[in-house]
């Protein structure tokens, strides 16, 4: 690789899933208009042939890469695909997930923080809240056979991570966690089954940045509602933030959390189905409702030509959810915001109820930590 392009900072999008694809090509697209200076590489293990066409009629600024090694790792992937490209010479690389669509320049003033500085994002106040547990980092760090010293108060969203060639060490020891056995078998369960510690490549990271051995490494937090929208389900970007959005405008990132606008069926299901009972006809027509209304849809929807036969998902189906467009003139902040205030009380209900608690699972914790055991190899 040329020198003077690897030390420019970079934005990697990794995704190895055919059926989320559409989502890598609305981050780039939205980027390129929104990141100019930017470069941008994609990696892909497998890329089908199309898809690097398609990369390949974007310009000098995208390049592709593939590990094929790396296939089917989910956000596992994270620092393997970032040590490879620090291995390749890049000195500074922001990563973005491939759900997340940009609104505005809001990678640039990433660049402004010091090179060891690492940057990543608030989780979503709805899956940081995990029905009442406790949020900060210590529970986790402990969790992990860690020593705590650092206070973190917010949960560590890996949905944009800032990283330069000072951070090896951490990726390494990031990866060598999630590469632990005990680990690996939670991740074969379902995700409200798995210990607080452990449900996925963030909690694992929020553990390190807690930890002892990492204090020295300065971390930045964007905060959620402001220089992102975190939209795990309607009220993951919520009442509060929406309304602050309507005089401050929406957040420069805005993040399809959990099932994503692209997956939605071609048509709505059926609220009167006498196959199943009218309560769960009912929610699947509310969650079908909610991915046509997201936050995400109205700043996708100026890409819609650019990715073709892959953007009918883009369509409203539902006489509501034209409605709900229609009343708000397509408002990223608005046309799903009575969805998102049944959802916020509903939310609250069950947390007071304490009604699907994540588990914090003892038997899951670590006597030693996966970086001593490492060592001591």
Known sequence: MNGSVTQAPVICIHEDR????VGAKLAVLSLLKHCPRLPIVISCPAPPAAFCDWVGRLGARVSLVSYPELK????????????????????????????????????????????DTVVATQEAYWQEMYWGHPQDGKLRTLA???TPKRPIPFVINT????????????????????????????????????????VGD????????????FTDIPIVLLQRGVDIAQCFGPSGFTPAERLRGLFKGLPPLVHAMGRKPWTKPPRPPAIWNARQPFLKALREYYDYLALELS????????????????????DSQTTVGRLMIAMTGGSSTLQSFPLSVVDGMTRRIRRF?????????????????????????
């Open 18 to 21: 055919s059926t989320h694809l």
């Open 202 to 213: 963030q909690d694992v990271l929020t553990a390190l940045m807690g930890a002892a051995e």
């Open 72 to 115: 089917n790792l989910g956000w596992n992937v994270k620092p393997a695909v970032l040590l490879r490209l620090l291995e390749a010479g890049y000195s500074e690389i922001i990563w973005v997930d491939s759900d997340i669509i940009a609104n505005g320049d809001g990678l640039s003033p990433l660049l402004s923080h010091g090179a």
């Open 144 to 146: 992990w056979g860690l």
């Open 159 to 198: 949905g944009i991570v800032r990283v330069t060639d000072r951070h090896i060490h951490l990726l390494k020891a990031w990866q060598t966690m999630l590469n632990h056995a005990v680990y690996i078998h939670v991740q074969t369960l379902p995700w409200y089954e798995r210990p607080l510690h452990m």
């Open 295 to 314: 936050p995400y849809l109205p700043v996708a929807l100026p890409y819609r030509q650019a990715v073709g036969d892959e953007a009918e998902w883009m």
């Open 353 to 377: 109820l304490k009604i699907a608690k994540s588990s914090i699972s003892p038997e899951f914790y670590l006597q030693e930590s996966p970086l001593e055991q490492d060592a001591a190899k």
